[in-house]
């Protein structure tokens, strides 16, 4: 989500005129757009402001922007704590950007701007993709949940779903430009439809991707065991293009901890979903998130979350220590655990969650994978020479090209044979089954990358030739 809103801060910058500081080059404008969901998101704002700061002293002209969930949480404190920073603006005014980064220059003091709620759909502003091959589209931002440890609802809002016709519209633009790849973006997609009334929509979209040509995968995150229906699951089994891939964040194994943490299903509820998943779709990795060491986690709930594990057989997990949240109700709960304690726990969970994720990539051992070749997974590449790329169902695959080698371009589709496991990647050492050049290829070799302008919005165009891609790393929860 917030990569995504970065894409939509870069393309409302260069049609405003900005282009993109190059290389060495000072840049006269520092956009940040910040997370507020990881623990330490404060300390590393402050300190990158703190170390803007002489730049910003040798060049009074230059401009920094802090956005994003924590400028919404932390609002005017930014300016009082960093009182070189020019604009503020929050979650849900992004397209102000250029128009307060254009007052603050004007009047010569800081622009703080934060709306209580959405003025318009992010997605009707421009975006600048980084990706030739890959697109995010959003079908809701918000959440209507109350998870107790999360601060999501109260600085991104109440979901706001919408229009299946300008989900469709953006993922068919994108397609029409290369694009091979779409993954559907919604802090929780099963309640897609809430709002116009249509509980089962989110099947439905899925459907209508599979009528859409020459886009080969469809992807989403995340879903939420609460609000599951079955006619998902059919939709994901038989739309062709939708990948068996499905990250279902489970959180706690344990009853009485999901229900401190209000989530609304129970373990069995979820244990239902995933055998549901596994019968439609042998072949499908499942990956979760977990919550470590919530407050009153006890020793047997913590098994009971082991447990869980045991039977899921996740092909990975994103496990997190439980961390406070200033402003959530998890922060003021009683039996906040000793660090201790959970990263003990955190340890036991993580070594299981590993032998299980080797376990399963061992069985690959032997197996044809399609590819979609990547651009920057590999950071050993360069030294064993081999190229990265995504499987259907998600896994990262580091592959030998053989002679293939200048030919393969990320966006480019291979076949190859997995060779080794390893718990985190596969390994196919044995030269490549096939190679498909794609138009993405095609665009990514001559550094074109689609720019959305808005939906609904017709036609994308092309952008600048892309340069380094900065983004905040998001979160799935
Ligand atoms: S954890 Fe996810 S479902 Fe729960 S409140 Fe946060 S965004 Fe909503």
Same mark, same amino acid.
């Given at each position: 989500?917030?990569?995504?809103?970065?894409?939509?801060?870069?393309?409302?910058?260069?049609?405003?005129?900005?282009?993109?500081?190059?290389?060495? %080059?000072?840049?006269?404008?520092?956009?940040?757009?910040?997370?507020?969901?990881?623990?330490?998101?404060?300390?590393?704002?402050?300190?990158?402001?703190?170390?803007?700061?002489?730049?910003?002293?040798?060049?009074?002209?230059?401009?920094?922007?802090?956005?994003?969930?924590?400028?919404?949480?932390?609002?005017?404190?930014?300016?009082?704590?960093?009182?070189?920073?020019?604009?503020?603006?929050?979650?849900?005014?992004?397209?102000?950007?250029?128009?307060?980064?254009?007052?603050?220059?004007?009047?010569?003091?800081?622009?703080?701007?934060?709306?209580?709620?959405?003025?318009?759909?992010?997605?009707?502003?421009?975006?600048?993709?980084?990706?030739?091959?890959?697109?995010?589209?959003?079908?809701?931002?918000?959440?209507?949940?109350?998870?107790?440890?999360?601060?999501?609802?109260?600085?991104?809002?109440?979901?706001?779903?919408?229009?299946?016709?300008?989900?469709?519209?953006?993922?068919?633009?994108?397609?029409?430009?290369?694009?091979?790849?779409?993954?559907?973006?919604?802090?929780?997609?099963?309640?897609?439809?809430?709002?116009?009334?249509?509980?089962?929509?989110?099947?439905?979209?899925?459907?209508?991707?599979?009528? #859409?040509?020459?886009?080969?995968?469809?992807?989403?995150?995340?879903?939420?065991?609460?609000?599951?229906?079955?006619?998902?699951?059919?939709?994901?089994?038989?739309?062709?293009?939708?990948?068996?891939?499905?990250?279902?964040?489970?959180?706690?194994?344990?009853?009485?901890?999901?229900?401190?943490?209000?989530?609304?299903?129970?373990?069995?509820?979820?244990?239902? #979903?995933?055998?549901?998943?596994?019968?439609?779709?042998?072949?499908?990795?499942?990956?979760?998130?977990?919550?470590?060491?919530?407050?009153?986690? %006890?020793?047997?709930?913590?098994?009971?979350?082991?447990?869980?594990?045991?039977?899921?057989?996740?092909?990975?997990?994103?496990?997190?220590?439980?961390?406070?949240?200033?402003?959530?109700?998890?922060?003021?709960?009683?039996?906040?655990?000793?660090?201790?304690?959970?990263?003990?726990?955190?340890?036991?969970?993580?070594?299981?969650?590993?032998?299980?994720?080797?376990?399963?990539?061992?069985?690959?051992?032997?197996?044809?994978?399609?590819?979609?070749?990547?651009?920057?997974?590999?950071?050993?590449?360069?030294? %064993?020479?081999?190229?990265?790329?995504?499987?259907?169902?998600?896994?990262?695959?580091?592959?030998?090209?053989?002679?293939?080698?200048?030919? #393969?371009?990320?966006?480019?589709?291979?076949? %190859?044979?997995?060779?080794?496991?390893?718990?985190?990647?596969? #390994?196919?050492?044995?030269?490549?089954?096939?190679?498909?050049?794609?138009?993405?290829?095609?665009?990514?070799?001559?550094?074109?990358?689609?720019?959305?302008?808005?939906?609904?919005?017709?036609?994308?165009?092309?952008?600048?030739?892309?340069?380094?891609?900065?983004?905040?790393?998001?979160?799935?929860?």
């Amino acid at each position: 989500m917030n990569v995504h809103d970065s894409e939509r801060l870069s393309g409302l910058l260069e049609d405003a005129g900005y282009v993109r500081a190059t290389g060495d %080059t000072d840049p006269d404008v520092v956009v940040f757009n910040t997370c507020a969901v990881r623990e330490n998101a404060d300390n590393r704002l402050y300190g990158n402001l703190g170390h803007l700061r002489p730049a910003k002293q040798e060049n009074p002209g230059m401009q920094i922007a802090v956005g994003g969930c924590l400028a919404q949480k932390d609002r005017g404190e930014i300016v009082r704590r960093a009182p070189w920073v020019d604009v503020v603006f929050g979650t849900h005014n992004i397209g102000s950007l250029p128009t307060l980064l254009e007052r603050a220059r004007h009047n010569e003091e800081a622009e703080v701007e934060i709306l209580e709620s959405l003025d318009v759909f992010p997605s009707t502003l421009p975006a600048r993709r980084e990706s030739a091959y890959s697109g995010w589209v959003s079908v809701s931002v918000g959440c209507n949940n109350t998870c107790t440890f999360c601060i999501v609802p109260s600085l991104r809002g109440k979901e706001k779903d919408r229009r299946p016709g300008d989900v469709l519209a953006e993922v068919r633009a994108l397609v029409s430009e290369g694009v091979s790849e779409v993954t559907l973006l919604g802090q929780n997609v099963n309640a897609y439809g809430v709002e116009f009334g249509d509980r089962y929509a989110f099947g439905k979209l899925l459907r209508a991707c599979g009528e #859409i040509e020459g886009l080969e995968r469809v992807r989403f995150t995340s879903p939420h065991p609460r609000d599951f229906t079955d006619d998902v699951i059919e939709a994901m089994a038989e739309t062709p293009n939708v990948c068996h891939q499905l990250h279902m964040p489970l959180q706690s194994g344990s009853d009485s901890v999901l229900k401190s943490m209000r989530r609304s299903y129970r373990s069995e509820r979820y244990l239902d #979903i995933v055998r549901k998943v596994r019968r439609a779709m042998p072949d499908a990795a499942i990956t979760t998130d977990i919550i470590v060491g919530f407050p009153g986690e %006890t020793e047997q709930d913590f098994e009971d979350t082991l447990d869980v594990v045991r039977e899921s057989r996740f092909s990975n997990a994103f496990t997190f220590q439980y961390s406070k949240r200033a402003g959530t109700p998890a922060a003021e709960m009683e039996g906040q655990l000793p660090k201790e304690v959970v990263q003990q726990r955190y340890e036991r969970l993580v070594e299981l969650q590993n032998e299980i994720s080797w376990e399963l990539n061992t069985e690959l051992v032997g197996s044809e994978v399609e590819l979609l070749v990547a651009e920057g997974e590999g950071r050993k590449n360069t030294e %064993t020479r081999r190229l990265s790329g995504r499987a259907r169902d998600g896994r990262l695959v580091h592959f030998a090209p053989g002679d293939d080698v200048d030919e #393969i371009r990320p966006g480019d589709v291979v076949h %190859t044979v997995v060779t080794r496991a390893a718990p985190h990647y596969l #390994i196919a050492d044995d030269g490549l089954r096939s190679h498909r050049r794609t138009v993405a290829g095609d665009r990514w070799e001559v550094g074109q990358r689609p720019k959305t302008s808005g939906v609904s919005l017709g036609l994308p165009s092309f952008g600048e030739p892309a340069t380094e891609t900065t983004t905040e790393q998001g979160c799935a929860c």
